[in-house]
């Protein structure tokens, strides 16, 4: 069965631009979330999607990043115009609901802003 | 608001055991978790433990939670140089919809 999978792995942009990072969660988990820990800090919870609604956004840090999840599948999050302290790791995990709810995390994309 | 706190550093010997604390703030804590990430890579689901039990154990791991004192550890026994990345302790709210993360404690093994 295959794992979470975010897309692109690395990305380097300049200061500016955009940058839009993919999420493919395990098949039929409903619950799919972003997270991001940028340089030295604590991985701090984004937001959370149940099938295709936003569920809790309470951690998106500013207007510049827009996360969408068409259909219920996979999920996008667009960072633009990007600042040099958008650069981190953003991790995507997905769960189903049940007992332990069990939350996997993908490889996580590592944006650098520069 | 809900705080997770790990010691930043610990350095052990090939087949010694390692023991990583962790201290959570939120009483109402459902679940809590152990991650641990290697470099350059992403973060792998070791164990968890539901907030009514005090002890679990899977292979060389072992959990140990203290809820009174809000206290969670981490125990591998046997370490192994494998072992040697960043572990994180987190703590699921009580919808157990979003985790919190402490900083990660960076465990070396040495030969």
């Known amino acids: 069965e295959a794992g979470v999978t975010q897309f692109p792995s690395h990305s380097v942009i300049e200061k500016g631009q955009t940058v839009t990072l993919r999420c493919d969660p395990i098949s039929g988990h409903d619950n799919l979330y972003w997270y991001r820990r940028v340089m030295g800090k604590e991985i701090k919870f984004l937001l959370h999607f149940v099938k295709e609604s936003k569920q809790d956004e309470s951690g998106m840090p500013n207007n510049r990043f827009l996360a969408e999840r068409t259909g219920g599948t996979y999920s996008t999050l667009k960072v633009q115009p990007a600042e040099l302290e958008d650069s981190g790791v953003y991790f995507c995990?997905?769960?189903?609901?049940?007992?332990?709810?069990?939350?996997?995390f993908g490889e996580g994309s590592w944006l650098t802003v520069v | 608001g809900e705080d997770v706190e790990q010691s930043l550093f610990l350095s052990v010997r090939e087949g010694d055991s390692s023991v990583i604390n962790c201290t959570y703030t939120d009483s109402s804590s459902t679940y809590l978790y152990w991650y641990k990430q290697e470099p350059g890579a992403g973060l792998q689901l070791l164990t968890y433990?539901?907030?009514?039990?005090d002890m679990k154990q899977d292979q060389r791991l072992t959990v140990l939670l203290n809820k009174k004192d809000k206290h969670l550890s981490l125990r591998i026994a046997d370490t192994q140089t494998g072992d040697s990345a960043i572990y994180f302790c987190a703590e699921a709210d009580t919808g157990f919809q979003k985790l919190v993360f402490g900083t990660g404690t960076r465990l070396l093994v040495s030969p």
């Open positions: 995990a997905s769960s189903q609901p049940g007992r332990g709810n069990t939350i996997y």
């Open positions: 433990i539901f907030s009514n039990m």
